[in-house]
């Protein structure tokens, strides 16, 4: 009887065993808005103007903002702020659209 290699044993394995599904992020996904879509929410009174979420953006999380976008997440507003810090990281805030509270950092 001829022995099988160690590593092939393994690799078989992995394709034999079913894959398990895990859910990474529970939260509704988010799709932004265009710009005139982002001029008529806070013209409307939905949303805070982007200078504040951006303001609140770098409280969280200090640095340059080099992105801001308002996007939908299920039936809500959010800002979704990218920032550069001095040592060069890059953070994602994210913001609830109406009050700026802080709902993520990544």
Not at 36 to 41: Q, S, V
């Amino acid at each position: 009887m001829s022995m099988m290699p160690v590593e092939t044993f393994f690799a078989l394995s992995l394709l034999a065993a079913p894959l398990q599904v895990v859910q990474v992020d529970s939260q509704a996904p988010i799709s932004c808005l265009s710009a005139d879509e982002t001029r008529d929410a806070v013209a409307e009174g939905r949303v805070m103007q982007p200078a504040q979420a951006s303001r609140h953006a770098r409280n969280a999380a200090p640095g340059e903002v080099v992105r801001i976008r308002l996007c939908r997440q299920g039936e809500d507003f959010v800002y979704v702020v990218t920032t550069l810090k001095r040592d060069g990281r890059v953070a994602r805030v994210t913001l609830e659209g109406q009050s700026g509270k802080v709902s993520a950092i990544r």
